[in-house]
């Protein structure tokens, strides 16, 4: 991200494949960023991804972004790969890679002190804040001494498994006690299915002028490590390669769901450096040190996509997270009134409408046009249903025009709100897909997209009377969601 032209640019120059399994199977090959054709002035730490040392993270969450129970012999899900790469100037057998973050910092589990600061802390041993207190231990590993200083890329992993019956999860923000399953719409195979995964990290290593590294696993917990891609197996893999001081970084995602398993998300993030992250009511580490505002910043992207699947695998062009009340107000950690946003651009083709003439409580109340027209979603003749996969009213919201529906109550360790669009002539203004398949397979495109114009345009709730929100996106990420 920089400063061009009065706007903000958000340049990700990273290559990433996608392979999803299950009932439906993806496979994508992702590329983010492009050649740097104008000069900028970055605000994320480590511009284009071409730095040799990375610095790379990764979270892993239950169904409300919290941990609940670490898995066995895992730790508290929270780790880093971040290295430097110290150059051989003495003739010898050439670079070294030093590593920041050990085996140990990664296996740190709830209740150990953090090294160096045994003083300093109290023990935690509440795994939800351990895994937030962990974070900012590994921020401090890995930072890079920059002005302003930053972290981390993060590679989110969630498991969408509710159990009803653990009371794990609050409504909309506030603790309720256990209530009766809904197969249909949270799948739990029964105790323990809120788990985390086993998790494997191969540490950066240097091969020639090659470096590479990655991490895998699965969610089910009695798999042994050598058993983990067979079919019947959660399963994912992330890797990430590159050639000593040429081009960017490389990543390789591959996510497999199961009956046990069947909703996985698996997003690669750029969260904001300090605050709140998208969907995050900690303290967050990460790799954007200056955080977009709408309406004034632009993402560029390049996305080759080799195979796609089902209706039920959403990948997401652009996932966009931010955090305000229904006042206004930016969010300040209290879970009952803070409010997370979303925005999601879904390119799956196979992904339908669900906003229609027929189905109004699916939709948002107006569409804003470039030029500024507003259009109610009941002009059948103006009101572009079809640029629309979904919208949901925050939980909270006292003021919703009805009809409504309300988002997933649960998901969130607060309310929520989300607006979800597809491909579609309107958005083309703003540098988006304009029909369903631009993008996706045989059809590999570099996007300028004016986000912060777009997002800017797009409804989201207010309470009645109260001052327009300063919209400013924590967390901005690539990926799927399988459910």
Same mark, same amino acid.
């Given at each position: 991200m920089g400063r061009t032209n009065g706007h903000s640019l958000l340049l990700l120059r990273l290559v990433t494949? #996608?392979? #999803?399994?299950?009932?439906?199977?993806?496979?994508?090959?992702v590329v983010v960023g492009g050649?740097?054709?104008?000069?900028? $002035?970055?605000?994320?730490?480590?511009? %284009?991804?071409?730095?040799? @040392?990375?610095?790379? *993270?990764?979270?892993?969450?239950? #169904?409300c972004n919290e941990v609940g129970a670490e898995a066995p012999l895992m730790g508290s899900p929270r780790g880093a790969d971040c290295f430097d790469l110290l150059q051989d100037e003495s003739g010898g057998s050439g670079d070294k890679?030093?590593?920041?973050?050990?085996?140990?910092?990664?296996?740190?589990?709830? @209740?150990?002190?953090?090294?160096?600061?045994?003083?300093?802390?109290?023990?935690?041993?509440?795994?939800?804040?351990?895994?937030a207190a962990k974070e900012v231990y590994l921020g401090k590993k890995c930072e890079v001494d920059d002005d302003p200083p930053w972290q981390f890329w993060m590679i989110m992993l969630k498991n969408g498994n509710l159990d009803t019956t653990a009371a794990l999860c609050p409504e909309n923000g506030k603790k309720v006690g256990p209530f009766r399953p809904q197969p249909g719409r949270f799948p739990c195979f029964g105790s323990g299915c809120? $788990?985390?995964?086993?998790?494997?990290?191969n540490y950066t290593a240097l091969d020639g002028d090659k470096l590479s590294g990655g991490l895998f696993g699965t969610y089910d917990l009695d798999t042994a490590t050598a058993d983990v891609e067979a079919e019947n197996v959660s399963y994912y893999a992330v890797t990430w390669e590159k050639e000593v001081g040429k081009g960017g970084w490389v990543f390789h995602h591959v996510l497999r769901t199961t009956r046990?398993?069947?909703?996985?998300?698996?997003?690669?993030?750029?969260?904001?450096?300090?605050?709140?992250?998208?969907?995050?009511?900690?303290?967050?580490?990460?790799?954007?040190?200056?955080?977009?505002?709408s309406p004034n910043f632009k993402v560029r992207l390049t996305l080759d996509i080799k195979k796609g699947g089902g209706a039920k695998s959403q990948f997401y062009l652009l996932d966009m997270g931010s955090c305000w009340k229904n006042s206004g107000a930016p969010c300040d950690g209290d879970v009952t009134t803070d409010v997370t946003r979303y925005s999601e651009m879904i390119i799956n083709p196979e992904a339908e409408a669900w906003c229609r003439p027929d189905r109004l409580d699916e939709c948002p109340p107006y569409h804003t046009f470039r030029n500024g027209?507003?259009?109610?979603?009941?002009?059948?003749?103006?009101?572009?249903?079809? *640029?629309?996969?979904?919208?949901?009213?925050?939980?909270?919201?006292?003021?919703?025009?009805?009809?409504?529906? #309300?988002?997933?109550?649960?998901?969130?360790p607060q309310p929520q709100e989300i607006l979800q669009i597809l491909p579609h002539p309107v958005w083309g203004e703003y540098g988006y897909p304009t029909e369903k398949g631009e993008g996706?397979? %045989?059809?590999?495109?570099?996007?300028?997209?004016?986000? %912060?114009?777009?997002?800017?345009?797009?409804?989201?709730?207010?309470?009645? @009377?109260?001052?327009?929100?300063?919209?400013?996106?924590?967390?901005?990420?690539?990926?799927?969601?399988?459910?």
């Amino acid at each position: 991200m920089g400063r061009t032209n009065g706007h903000s640019l958000l340049l990700l120059r990273l290559v990433t494949s #996608f392979l #999803f399994y299950g009932a439906h199977d993806l496979i994508v090959v992702v590329v983010v960023g492009g050649e740097e054709e104008e000069p900028y $002035n970055s605000a994320v730490g480590d511009p %284009g991804m071409r730095r040799d @040392g990375l610095r790379v *993270a990764w979270e892993a969450w239950n #169904f409300c972004n919290e941990v609940g129970a670490e898995a066995p012999l895992m730790g508290s899900p929270r780790g880093a790969d971040c290295f430097d790469l110290l150059q051989d100037e003495s003739g010898g057998s050439g670079d070294k890679v030093v590593h920041r973050v050990s085996e140990k910092d990664n296996k740190l589990s709830v @209740g150990d002190p953090f090294p160096g600061e045994e003083e300093e802390r109290e023990s935690i041993t509440n795994v939800d804040l351990y895994a937030a207190a962990k974070e900012v231990y590994l921020g401090k590993k890995c930072e890079v001494d920059d002005d302003p200083p930053w972290q981390f890329w993060m590679i989110m992993l969630k498991n969408g498994n509710l159990d009803t019956t653990a009371a794990l999860c609050p409504e909309n923000g506030k603790k309720v006690g256990p209530f009766r399953p809904q197969p249909g719409r949270f799948p739990c195979f029964g105790s323990g299915c809120m $788990n985390q995964p086993l998790v494997y990290h191969n540490y950066t290593a240097l091969d020639g002028d090659k470096l590479s590294g990655g991490l895998f696993g699965t969610y089910d917990l009695d798999t042994a490590t050598a058993d983990v891609e067979a079919e019947n197996v959660s399963y994912y893999a992330v890797t990430w390669e590159k050639e000593v001081g040429k081009g960017g970084w490389v990543f390789h995602h591959v996510l497999r769901t199961t009956r046990k398993y069947p909703w996985l998300m698996l997003y690669l993030r750029s969260d904001a450096t300090q605050g709140f992250s998208g969907g995050y009511h900690y303290q967050t580490r990460g790799m954007t040190t200056i955080v977009p505002e709408s309406p004034n910043f632009k993402v560029r992207l390049t996305l080759d996509i080799k195979k796609g699947g089902g209706a039920k695998s959403q990948f997401y062009l652009l996932d966009m997270g931010s955090c305000w009340k229904n006042s206004g107000a930016p969010c300040d950690g209290d879970v009952t009134t803070d409010v997370t946003r979303y925005s999601e651009m879904i390119i799956n083709p196979e992904a339908e409408a669900w906003c229609r003439p027929d189905r109004l409580d699916e939709c948002p109340p107006y569409h804003t046009f470039r030029n500024g027209t507003r259009v109610h979603r009941t002009d059948t003749a103006r009101f572009p249903h079809a *640029a629309y996969h979904v919208y949901c009213s925050p939980g909270n919201a006292e003021h919703a025009e009805r009809p409504t529906t #309300f988002c997933d109550p649960y998901s969130n360790p607060q309310p929520q709100e989300i607006l979800q669009i597809l491909p579609h002539p309107v958005w083309g203004e703003y540098g988006y897909p304009t029909e369903k398949g631009e993008g996706w397979i %045989g059809d590999p495109r570099t996007w300028e997209l004016d986000v %912060g114009a777009m997002s800017q345009s797009l409804y989201f709730y207010q309470d009645p @009377g109260t001052p327009a929100a300063k919209r400013r996106w924590t967390s901005i990420d690539v990926g799927t969601e399988i459910y």
